[in-house]
C-alpha cells in the first residue's frame, strides 16, 4: 500500500497574491499622483533599506552588533514617528473608513509587540552588560592573585 499524497490547491494563495498585486498598483499609482505619499514612501525605503542592511552586515559575521541593532532601533523610532504624523495629518478620513481604521489599529498593534520585543533586548543586553562587568572583575582578580603569588614565591598560578 503506498502512501496518499493531497496537493494544496493554489487558488488561495493565488488569489491573495492578486490582491497584493491589486493593491500594490494602487500604492503605485497613488505616489505618481501624490507628491507628499510620494516622499514618504521614498523615505520608507531609504530607512528600510538602512535596517536591512545594518542587518545584513551582522549576518555576515553571525553576530549582530550592538551598532547595527542600535541603527535598526532608531530606524524603525524614525519610521514611527514618521507613520504617526501621517495618521494625524489623515485622521478624519481614517475614522471615516473600516479599512484605514483597521489598519491603524494594527499599525498600533505591531509597535506594541516591536515595543515589547525592544524591551525584552534591553533586558537582556543589561543583563549580559551586568554580567561582562563580573568576568571583568574576576578576571582582574585573578590576574592581582596570580601577580602576588609570583612575587611570593616565584611561581605562576594561572597560565
Same mark, same amino acid.
Not at 514612501?41 to 550592538?66: K, P, Q, W
Given at each position: 500500500?503506498?502512501?496518499? #499524497?493531497?496537493?494544496?490547491?493554489? *487558488?488561495?494563495?493565488? !488569489?491573495? &497574491? /492578486? +490582491?497584493?498585486?491589486? @493593491?500594490?498598483?494602487?500604492? @503605485?499609482?497613488?505616489?505618481?499622483? %501624490? !507628491?507628499? /505619499? +510620494?516622499?514618504? %514612501? $521614498?523615505?520608507?525605503?531609504? $530607512?528600510?533599506?538602512? !535596517?536591512? &542592511?545594518?542587518?545584513? #552586515?551582522?549576518? *555576515? =559575521? $553571525?553576530?549582530?552588533?550592538? %551598532?547595527?541593532?542600535? +541603527? =535598526?532601533? *532608531?530606524?524603525?523610532? *524614525? #519610521? &514611527?514617528? @514618521?507613520?504617526?504624523? =501621517?495618521i494625524l495629518e489623515c485622521k478624519q478620513d481614517i475614522w471615516k473608513t473600516p479599512e484605514l481604521f483597521e489598519l491603524v489599529e494594527e499599525y498600533f498593534e505591531n509597535s506594541l509587540q516591536t515595543l515589547d520585543f525592544c524591551a525584552a533586548l534591553e533586558k537582556c543586553l543589561k543583563r549580559v552588560k551586568d554580567s561582562q562587568l563580573l568576568v571583568t572583575v574576576a578576571l582582574q582578580q585573578f590576574e592581582d592573585e596570580d601577580q602576588e603569588t609570583e612575587e611570593k614565591t616565584g611561581e605562576t598560578r594561572y597560565l
Open positions: 500500500m503506498g502512501g496518499h #499524497m493531497s496537493k494544496k490547491s493554489a *487558488e488561495p494563495s493565488t !488569489a491573495i &497574491n /492578486l +490582491q497584493f498585486l491589486a @493593491e500594490l498598483t494602487s500604492y @503605485e499609482a497613488a505616489c505618481k499622483a %501624490d !507628491a507628499d /505619499l +510620494q516622499s514618504f %514612501d $521614498r523615505s520608507v525605503h531609504t $530607512r528600510t533599506s538602512h !535596517a536591512i &542592511n545594518a542587518l545584513a #552586515m551582522g549576518v *555576515e =559575521v $553571525r553576530s549582530l552588533s550592538f %551598532d547595527s541593532l542600535k +541603527q =535598526v532601533t *532608531e530606524c524603525l523610532l *524614525e #519610521m &514611527n514617528q @514618521e507613520v504617526v504624523k =501621517v
